[in-house]
């Protein structure tokens, strides 16, 4: 971090410091040990003595309120000294554990009387105290600090010799060593297995663990995290279990899968691993308080009955009120979820839809089909065409109640006694599709579709605030009230132009489109205030279009021939005479 820094200071008075910072980012975690050499020497006409000038190093998350100290006093270099064991002497080479600053967070927060709190709130300990086999260095703490996360760094000089001093210090190769190389594992366990045609299953199991990473990582790159999860998908026919000649489609699909994230930080106190904030908590509430916000947590189910059917009976006449013509589907997902920041989390989502559709047999009446007066003549054509049905070709109908739960809490970590409650997110709706195709002769085509989307409030009383208790299943069978309708009507007609032989070459289709759409007015907008004090209703909102096209295609082959321009080609072969040769 710093390679070489050095300088001068003159008249430091007692207990004042001078320092210089810098702003970095750096993580210390995967290292062992802070090391720095310092220098200290008096200037001409000074009597500088050991340990009158103390060298500090400051680093957090920033220098007022959250930052680790560390202290030792500086043995002083006599004048012509030359070789590097009398420039940088062993007793002024910091060399901290990184794992004392852990052990003096832990104190900190148990607030251990072996901690010396100063006026300004640094508290300071001796390193032999903590359990350092050394005694040259002095450790402060003050807040939260984290040196996982170093933001700032400064380093200076503190004067505690009583007497005002000069002197000329340096510090040179601040730098982290003894990288902890320890390494993880992953591994990917796959299973797809079925039972004939009745089932399929398929689980997928995933593990890293911490210090696994890829090659081309580096120890500072690899994850800190142990992960675990496992993902199970079955897919079951059930119809398979009933009599065949039920003819029933039971396709049940089922979902479970789980993540497990334990980081080896606890999230909060970043520098403190959290089997280490674990031990150190007597309180079994508290230690289940840390150990499930430390923990990222996600479950997720899903079950669905997708395409539930009774299949048709070829062999069978089918009626509009067949059973047969219904198709039935069901879903629901569910999320569990906590971490760090989210207390608990419930998403669901439940879908279920009803879908109806039947086509009829087609019942077209040709009454001049086969009239020979319209036949002598192809300008008789366009009549002896003449058909219409008494049927639709089809009609349908699809309804689907859609309702999206979610009930979230976020954590609180710090603050204490002010709770937070949970936020509802409610997104619950009916909907129904309808709609018909309608040949009404074989060159009329109607088509007709409407949709309707309602928006349910169950969830809301009679003063229009919320009602928290209610979960996703409550009043399920509610309609609503209608937030948009649509309507389309789509006519296409062949005109009958070419069934006049002298315009068979024209064929011509014109299409009709009309639409229709009710929109009500949004809640905040609903209303406004006259300047007479009134209070006026806006209404809802109305709107309607319609097309007309015209698409003609002239076919000139048909009409060069017609017209004569194209020679008939004669296939036929002239005869052969036959020649008798005799002899």
């Known amino acids: 971090v710093y390679d070489k820094?050095?300088?001068?200071?003159?008249?430091?008075?007692s207990d004042d410091a001078r320092a210089v910072f810098k702003n970095v980012n750096v993580d210390m975690r995967q290292f062992k040990k802070l090391r720095m050499f310092l220098h200290a020497e008096a200037v001409q006409d000074n009597d500088l003595q050991d340990d009158e000038l103390i060298a500090f190093i400051r680093f957090g998350n920033d220098f007022t309120d959250n930052f680790y100290q560390v202290e030792m006093p500086l043995k002083v270099t006599p004048h012509g000294a030359s070789t590097p064991e009398e420039v940088w002497p062993s007793e002024n080479e910091i060399e901290l554990p990184l794992d004392l600053l852990t052990k003096l967070k832990i104190l900190s927060l148990q607030n251990d009387p072996i901690i010396t709190v100063e006026p300004n709130g640094i508290g300071y300990v001796e390193e032999e105290a903590i359990g350092s086999?050394?005694?040259?260095?002095?450790?402060?703490?003050?807040?939260?600090?984290?040196?996982?996360?170093?933001?700032?760094?400064?380093?200076?000089?503190?004067n505690k010799s009583g007497d005002i001093q000069r002197g000329e210090v340096w510090f040179n190769e601040l730098r982290m060593s003894d990288m902890d190389n320890k390494g993880g594992y992953a591994a990917v366990a796959n299973l797809d297995t079925n039972f004939a045609d009745f089932a399929n299953v398929s689980a997928t199991t995933r593990v890293s663990t911490i210090g696994f990473g890829a090659l081309e990582q580096g120890p500072n790159e690899r994850s800190r995290e142990d992960v675990f999860q496992y993902d199970i998908v079955t897919n079951l026919n059930l119809g398979k279990l009933l009599p065949k000649k039920w003819g029933i489609n039971l396709p049940f699909n089922y979902a479970v899968g789980e993540e497990t994230i334990t980081p080896r930080f606890d999230p909060f106190y970043q520098d403190i691993e959290l089997d280490q904030l674990?031990?150190?908590?007597t309180d079994a509430t508290e230690r289940a308080n840390i150990e499930q916000r430390a923990i990222d947590y996600t479950k997720r189910t899903s079950f669905n009955l997708i395409g539930v059917k009774k299949e048709k009976n070829p062999e069978k006449k089918t009626h509009f009120y067949d059973v047969e013509n219904l198709t039935l589907s069901y879903s629901l997902n569910e999320t569990e979820h906590h971490?760090?920041?989210?207390?608990?989390?419930?998403?669901?989502?439940?879908?279920?839809?009803?879908?109806?559709?039947?086509?009829?047999?087609?019942?077209s009446v040709e009454p001049f089909k086969n009239t020979k007066l319209f036949k002598k003549s192809g300008y008789y054509k366009m009549l002896s065409d003449f058909n219409f049905n008494f049927l639709p070709t089809n009609v349908s109908f699809s309804s689907n109640i859609i309702r999206q739960f979610?009930?979230?809490?976020?954590?609180?970590?710090?603050?204490?006694?002010?709770?937070?409650?949970?936020l509802y997110r409610r997104n619950y709706f009916f909907n129904y599709t309808y709609g018909f195709n309608y040949n009404l002769t074989k060159s009329l085509r109607l088509n007709y579709t409407a949709s309707s989307n309602n928006i349910v409030r169950n969830y809301l009383d009679e003063n229009n605030l919320p009602i928290d208790g209610l979960d996703i299943w409550d009043d399920y069978w509610n309609v609503g009230e209608s937030n948009q309708h649509n309507q389309q009507l789509v006519v296409n007609y062949d005109l009958p132009i070419n069934k006049i032989p002298i315009l068979s070459f024209v064929k011509s289709t014109y299409t009709y489109t009309g639409d229709y759409n009710w929109q009500r007015a949004s809640d905040a907008f609903s209303t406004i205030t006259g300047e007479d004090g009134n209070i006026y209703a806006l209404g809802n909102?109305?709107?309607?279009?319609?097309?007309?096209?015209?698409?003609?295609?002239?076919?000139?082959?048909?009409?060069?021939?017609?017209?004569g321009l194209t020679k008939t080609k004669n296939n036929k072969k002239k005869p052969v005479a036959n020649k008798d040769k005799s002899v």
Request: charged share 25%.
């Open 5 to 13: 820094l050095g300088g001068t200071v003159n008249g430091l008075e």
């Open 133 to 158: 086999s050394d005694n040259r260095l002095t450790l402060g703490i003050k807040g939260n600090p984290n040196f996982g996360l170093v933001r700032t760094l400064m380093i200076g000089i503190k």
């Open 278 to 281: 674990l031990d150190i908590t």
């Open 339 to 363: 971490d760090y920041e989210i207390e608990n989390l419930i998403d669901k989502q439940n879908r279920t839809t009803v879908d109806y559709a039947y086509t009829f047999k087609p019942k």
């Open 406 to 422: 979610n009930r979230q809490r976020f954590r609180l970590v710090e603050v204490q006694g002010i709770g937070l409650g949970d």
């Open 541 to 563: 909102t109305i709107q309607n279009a319609n097309s007309h096209k015209l698409n003609t295609t002239l076919n000139m082959d048909m009409f060069y021939k017609y017209i």
